[in-house]
């Protein structure tokens, strides 16, 4: 015990057993999001595959719905819904060709949970900074909006690798062409003005030598 409680290692070295804890934990945590919902699928609980069919059905029709710009982050919100689009497409694939089977197959899981995190992470920070956008100052209205661009293009980019993930994972040939397709349709993200956001919040911070929300 003289190395743990003697020496300036000590705290590093149980900060860095507890960190790999977590992350343990995190990945238990990642097989069990997709390994509920199957679970709640297969006894009738969830209408999974139904809502993958309406979704699969989407994937074969062009889409010419038109934002409403008046909307506070309507680009984000639309985002939102093609993920969750996609997320049943890709999970409607994996049970039907997997069926029972698809539990064991954890590569496929976990590329599934990471598209469910970042459709939560992503709807968690809309909501949020919706919520509050009228009780700020004009400036941190702003500054809500351009920390959510920089947020969403990143969780859109994380959440398009794992759905490509899953697509090469699940099937082949056209219909892994089809899903690709899908892929690339509903993780787009019109992110203009990226880099001024990522301007506006790095000058900010600056300015006020803090956090700034």
């Not at 794992?162 to 349709?185: C, I």
């Amino acid at each position: 015990y003289g190395y743990v409680a003697e020496y300036p290692a000590e705290r590093f070295y149980r900060d860095e057993r507890i960190n790999r804890i977590f992350e343990g934990t995190n990945e238990i945590n990642r097989l069990l999001i997709p390994g509920m919902i199957l679970r709640k699928a297969m006894k009738g609980e969830l209408p999974l595959q139904s809502e993958a069919m309406k979704a699969f059905e989407s994937l074969m029709t062009p889409s010419f719905e038109e934002l409403d710009e008046s909307v506070p982050f309507a680009r984000e919100k639309q985002l939102i819904q093609n993920l969750k689009t996609l997320f049943l497409i890709l999970s409607g694939a994996g049970v039907q060709k997997f069926m029972d089977k698809l539990a064991n197959e954890q590569e496929i899981l976990l590329a599934a949970a990471d598209l469910a995190i970042q459709i939560f992470a992503i709807e968690s920070a809309v909501l949020r900074a919706e919520k509050i956008m009228s009780e700020v100052t004009e400036r941190k209205r702003e500054l809500l909006m351009a920390a959510v661009k920089v947020f969403c293009f990143n969780a859109a980019e994380v959440a398009a690798s794992a759905a490509k993930r899953a697509a090469f994972y699940v099937e082949e040939g056209d219909t892994l062409t089809m899903l690709l397709s899908g892929v690339r349709r509903f993780t787009r993200y019109d992110a203009a003005g990226l880099l001024q956001a990522k301007r506006a919040l790095a000058a900010a911070a600056i300015e006020d030598e803090k956090y700034i929300f």
